[in-house]
Protein backbone atom coordinates (compact mmCIF):
# COMPACT_ATOMS: atom_id res chain seq x y z
CA UNK A 1 0.00 0.00 0.00
CA UNK A 2 1.27 3.79 -0.84
CA UNK A 3 1.05 6.29 2.08
CA UNK A 4 1.25 10.05 0.60
CA UNK A 5 2.61 12.71 3.33
CA UNK A 6 -0.16 14.73 3.53
CA UNK A 7 0.13 18.59 3.11
CA UNK A 8 -0.66 20.89 6.01
CA UNK A 9 -3.12 23.53 5.09
CA UNK A 10 -1.86 26.68 5.57
CA UNK A 11 -3.43 29.20 9.11
CA UNK A 12 -7.28 29.96 8.08
CA UNK A 13 -7.51 28.09 5.26
CA UNK A 14 -10.40 26.04 6.37
CA UNK A 15 -12.33 29.26 7.55
CA UNK A 16 -11.92 30.68 3.87
CA UNK A 17 -13.07 27.92 2.16
CA UNK A 18 -16.52 26.73 4.63
CA UNK A 19 -14.90 23.15 4.52
CA UNK A 20 -14.20 22.17 8.35
CA UNK A 21 -15.32 18.42 7.53
CA UNK A 22 -13.17 15.71 7.21
CA UNK A 23 -14.68 12.45 5.97
CA UNK A 24 -12.89 8.79 5.68
CA UNK A 25 -13.63 5.56 4.21
CA UNK A 26 -11.61 2.40 4.27
CA UNK A 27 -10.86 0.24 1.04
CA UNK A 28 -9.43 -2.47 -0.17
CA UNK A 29 -6.20 -2.30 -2.84
CA UNK A 30 -8.55 -3.39 -5.75
CA UNK A 31 -10.96 -0.43 -4.79
CA UNK A 32 -8.10 2.05 -3.96
CA UNK A 33 -6.80 1.33 -7.77
CA UNK A 34 -10.05 1.89 -9.03
CA UNK A 35 -10.64 5.38 -7.39
CA UNK A 36 -6.88 6.30 -8.15
CA UNK A 37 -7.90 5.74 -12.14
CA UNK A 38 -10.80 7.59 -11.92
CA UNK A 39 -9.44 10.30 -10.12
CA UNK A 40 -6.74 10.38 -12.69
CA UNK A 41 -9.27 10.24 -15.46
CA UNK A 42 -11.26 13.37 -14.23
CA UNK A 43 -8.45 15.22 -13.72
CA UNK A 44 -9.39 16.49 -10.20
CA UNK A 45 -7.62 16.55 -6.90
CA UNK A 46 -8.36 13.23 -5.00
CA UNK A 47 -10.42 15.50 -2.68
CA UNK A 48 -12.44 16.77 -5.58
CA UNK A 49 -12.88 13.73 -6.69
CA UNK A 50 -14.37 12.47 -3.68
CA UNK A 51 -16.58 15.40 -2.72
CA UNK A 52 -17.98 15.35 -6.09
CA UNK A 53 -18.28 12.07 -5.96
CA UNK A 54 -20.51 12.04 -2.84
CA UNK A 55 -22.36 14.89 -3.49
CA UNK A 56 -23.80 13.37 -7.01
CA UNK A 57 -23.82 10.11 -5.77
CA UNK A 58 -27.73 8.03 -6.24
CA UNK A 59 -29.12 7.54 -2.79
CA UNK A 60 -30.64 4.17 -2.70
CA UNK A 61 -32.38 3.37 -0.03
CA UNK A 62 -31.76 -0.29 1.25
CA UNK A 63 -35.76 -1.18 2.06
CA UNK A 64 -38.68 1.01 2.71
CA UNK A 65 -40.38 0.96 5.72
CA UNK A 66 -43.49 -0.92 4.07
CA UNK A 67 -40.63 -3.79 2.88
CA UNK A 68 -39.40 -4.15 6.49
CA UNK A 69 -43.00 -4.68 7.34
CA UNK A 70 -43.48 -6.92 4.81
CA UNK A 71 -40.23 -8.70 5.32
CA UNK A 72 -41.04 -8.95 9.32
CA UNK A 73 -44.25 -10.80 7.56
CA UNK A 74 -42.57 -13.12 5.62
CA UNK A 75 -40.13 -14.06 8.70
CA UNK A 76 -42.88 -15.25 10.89
CA UNK A 77 -44.26 -17.45 8.02
CA UNK A 78 -41.48 -18.88 7.50
CA UNK A 79 -41.38 -19.59 11.00
CA UNK A 80 -45.02 -21.17 10.72
CA UNK A 81 -43.36 -23.16 7.31
CA UNK A 82 -40.78 -24.41 10.03
CA UNK A 83 -43.50 -25.40 12.14
CA UNK A 84 -45.37 -27.16 9.42
CA UNK A 85 -42.53 -29.04 8.49
CA UNK A 86 -41.64 -30.39 11.49
CA UNK A 87 -45.60 -31.57 11.84
CA UNK A 88 -45.30 -33.05 8.60
CA UNK A 89 -42.37 -34.86 9.41
CA UNK A 90 -43.57 -36.31 12.54
CA UNK A 91 -47.24 -37.50 11.12
CA UNK A 92 -47.75 -37.69 7.67
CA UNK A 93 -47.37 -35.08 4.86
CA UNK A 94 -51.17 -35.41 3.55
CA UNK A 95 -52.27 -33.95 6.87
CA UNK A 96 -50.63 -30.91 6.30
CA UNK A 97 -50.54 -30.12 2.74
CA UNK A 98 -53.34 -27.45 2.99
CA UNK A 99 -51.84 -25.25 5.41
CA UNK A 100 -48.75 -25.50 3.14
CA UNK A 101 -50.00 -24.42 0.22
CA UNK A 102 -51.89 -21.54 1.31
CA UNK A 103 -48.90 -20.35 3.26
CA UNK A 104 -46.95 -20.73 -0.04
CA UNK A 105 -49.22 -18.77 -2.21
CA UNK A 106 -49.37 -16.19 0.70
CA UNK A 107 -46.06 -15.68 0.87
CA UNK A 108 -45.54 -14.98 -2.79
CA UNK A 109 -48.63 -12.63 -2.61
CA UNK A 110 -45.90 -10.61 -0.08
CA UNK A 111 -42.98 -10.85 -1.88
CA UNK A 112 -44.61 -9.47 -5.08
CA UNK A 113 -45.79 -6.58 -2.97
CA UNK A 114 -42.20 -6.02 -2.05
CA UNK A 115 -40.54 -2.71 -3.90
CA UNK A 116 -38.93 -3.27 -7.08
CA UNK A 117 -35.40 -1.95 -5.73
CA UNK A 118 -35.50 -4.47 -2.68
CA UNK A 119 -36.19 -7.51 -5.10
CA UNK A 120 -33.11 -6.46 -7.22
CA UNK A 121 -30.95 -5.39 -5.15
Not at 2 to 24: D, H
Not at 36 to 52: I, M, P, T, V
Not at 54 to 75: C, K, S, T, Y
Request: proline residues 2%; hydrophobic residues 35%.
Amino acid sequence: MTFTKRKKALPGATEMSGKSYVVSVRLNEEQYQTVQENCRKSGRKLSDYWRCALLNAEVIQVARPEDMALLRQIGSMANNLNQLAKKANEAGFKLVQWSLDSLSKEIKSLYSKLSHDWKHH
